[in-house]
């Protein structure tokens, strides 16, 4: 199995140029990459986001709310990047481990099944 996710990561890079696209595409099937969904993130990392500029809510007592972001190499190695669009209007980036990540599966549904 790991020598088939292998082979699509870097078939990009061996068979001409890496297009941005063709990486993006890749990392989203083998589910490196998560496009538009909403994370409760440790609440222990909410002044990071909030130097960052980003809107977050408050969703319990341990946990932050962010909406509409991309989660990177979520489960792959011990981190996960969390990209967002700030309040500004700038792409950020923010490194979190992975196990103080919770992926919810639909944007804006707080009530969602989630998975880690």
């Known amino acids: 199995m790991y020598g088939v996710v292998i ?3 870097f078939m ?3 068979f001409g140029g890496v297009n941005n696209a063709i990486l993006n595409v890749t990392t989203r099937v083998v589910g490196i990459r998560k496009d538009n969904v909403s994370a409760f ?8 986001f909030k130097k960052l500029n980003i809107k977050i809510e408050n969703s319990g ?3 932050i709310f962010i909406e509409k972001c991309t989660i990177l190499s979520n489960g792959v190695g011990g981190d996960a990047y ?4 700030s309040l500004d209007s700038k792409i950020k980036k923010i490194q979190i481990p992975s196990n103080k990540i919770i992926i919810a599966e639909s944007v804006g549904d ?7």
């Open 110 to 116: 707080k009530n969602s099944n989630y998975a880690q």
């Open 41 to 48: 993130i440790d609440k222990e990392y909410a002044d990071d």
């Open 82 to 85: 969390i990209q967002f669009r």
């Open 12 to 14: 990009p890079a061996v």
């Open 61 to 63: 007592e341990k946990r």
């Open 7 to 9: 082979i699509i990561l």
